[in-house]
């Protein structure tokens, strides 16, 4: 449970220091990481923001437990950029430092007591004590499509992957004309607004008698469309490949959040008219059941 004594972990782990020097370019050292007879030393620099000192103390953390990891490192700790796909080392341990301090079990829990009230959620990340910016990395992390973030008065939009945001550059308000909802909370003492992009929408349920697999239904959605036969194997391809990445990142959420978050993501899609047919929204919302209960691939 946050706030996670990060320093008594690094303890754990190596030799804590934290130093004044006049580098404010490098943030932490971290040296003697491959000798097995002594613990690594990590020095970190003192400044006047002990929540970045956090991040910086739970990144260096993860160079020292990542195994892969090189034995001396430098670093200029940047926790409100680094990039989950095909990371760098120091993305790495950034990405491992935003894990260990707002963990995805503590925000699947607070997802699931306030469900859709981000204002409350928001407000309860304050007890993890990191940076505005480390916060709202850590909701991109873990938030599927549809959610956009504003904070340090508009200069910092953060935006889940998948989300489909206006081609100029967002404002407050052309933000706000957009979302289905919005709201504002304070986070370390400063104004960030939420934004859901995603639709509330009703999960449809198959009928009791409707005996037909997944894989039925999406090819019965895709002949309603009145697609050309030649089209059909093409189409069904790219439905499976666009909800693919959504579904695995979606692993043991309501199935509703799920579908909403697939909803938004595919309505610019090649074949978004899709959307409008019943069987085709039925197919989704099995695919997002099917999540919710941990129901893994069946192969034939
Ligand atoms: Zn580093």
Not at 71 to 85: G, I, K, L, R, Y
Not at 257 to 277: P, R
């Amino acid at each position: 449970m946050p706030p996670v004594d990060v320093q008594a972990l690094l303890e754990q782990h190596a030799e804590f220091h934290r130093v004044d020097w006049p580098y404010d370019d490098v943030d932490a050292i971290v040296i003697g990481l491959a000798t097995a007879s002594s613990k690594p030393s990590v020095y970190v620099r003192a400044t006047d923001n002990l929540l970045r000192e956090r991040f910086t103390m739970a990144h260096e953390l993860g160079h020292i437990v990542l195994p892969w990891h090189l034995p001396a490192a430098n670093c200029s700790v940047d926790e409100d950029e680094f990039e989950t796909h095909d990371p760098t080392i120091e993305q790495q341990a950034d990405l491992f430092a935003s894990t260990l301090l707002v963990p995805d079990r503590w925000l699947a829990g607070l997802m699931n007591r306030h469900a859709d009230d981000m204002t409350r959620i928001l407000q309860e990340l304050n007890s993890s004590e990191v940076s505005t910016a480390a916060a709202l990395q850590a909701l991109r992390r873990y938030l599927l499509p549809g959610w956009v973030f504003e904070a340090y008065g508009g200069r910092s939009i953060v935006a889940t992957n998948g989300t489909r945001l206006p081609a100029e550059q967002p404002t407050s308000s052309s933000l706000a004309a957009l979302a289905s909802a919005s709201g504002d909370a304070l986070l370390n003492g400063r104004t960030v607004r939420w934004y859901k992009f995603s639709e509330t929408v009703t999960l449809p349920v198959k009928a009791f008698d409707d005996q037909r697999t997944d894989h039925e239904i999406l090819i019965a959605a895709i002949a309603s469309s009145g697609a050309a036969e030649d089209d059909q194997a093409k189409i069904a391809a790219s439905a499976n490949g666009k909800v693919g990445g959504t579904l695995r990142e979606a692993a043991g959420r309501p199935a509703s959040e799920t579908y909403e978050a697939m909803m938004h993501k595919l309505a610019d899609w090649d074949y978004a008219s899709m959307l409008g047919i019943d069987d085709f929204r039925l197919w989704l919302a099995q695919k997002a059941t099917a999540i919710e209960i941990g129901q893994t691939k069946r192969r034939r």
